[in-house]
């Protein structure tokens, strides 16, 4: 999903108040998903957004292949 256009986003309009004007964001801090259960390193997440409403409609970690296979 690094390259989204408008017709690959997984949601398509706000569950919420129906709007199809939705944007992309980002997670910044420290706010960071882990593959280890004490670990510094991991991926940011990234959101789509409604821009009507304020509500976080989808959401996913920016760099997936960073994490083992379930074993």
């Not at 309009?13 to 004007?21: L, P």
């Not at 997670?27 to 259960?37: D, M, P």
């Amino acid at each position: 999903m690094k390259n989204m256009t408008t017709n690959q986003m997984p949601v398509q309009r706000c569950q919420y108040c129906g709007s199809d004007d939705l944007g992309l964001g980002w997670q910044h801090g420290e706010a960071l998903v882990t593959y280890k259960k004490h670990g510094l390193l991991g991926s940011r997440l990234r959101y789509l957004i409604c821009r009507r409403c304020g509500a976080v409609v989808y959401q996913w970690v920016a760099e997936p292949h960073k994490y083992p296979p379930i074993k």
